[in-house]
């Protein structure tokens, strides 16, 4: 799935994208650091990975959306 950075706090590794239907969804650092990241800025495209839905949703890797 891909969505837009949109928070990125570099202190915790951890912040929100932005889904294509503009929902925010919060990732934690163990989300970021599978993607093998070093830093994020908002506005950066990126793929995520997710389990569960709704509510639960939780982003489980995120990292740059390569063409």
Do not use: C, H, K, N
């Not at 650091?33 to 709704?54: C, K, S």
Request: no cysteine; hydrophobic share 35%; net charge negative.
């Amino acid at each position: 799935m891909q969505a837009t950075a949109y928070t990125y706090d570099e202190d915790t590794r951890s912040g929100s994208v932005l889904l294509d239907d503009g929902t925010p969804v919060p990732f934690d650092a163990p989300a970021f650091d599978a993607g093998g990241l070093r830093l994020l800025r908002p506005g950066q495209r990126v793929r995520i990975e997710t389990e569960g839905d709704g509510a639960a949703l939780r982003i489980t890797l995120v990292t740059l959306q390569t063409l």
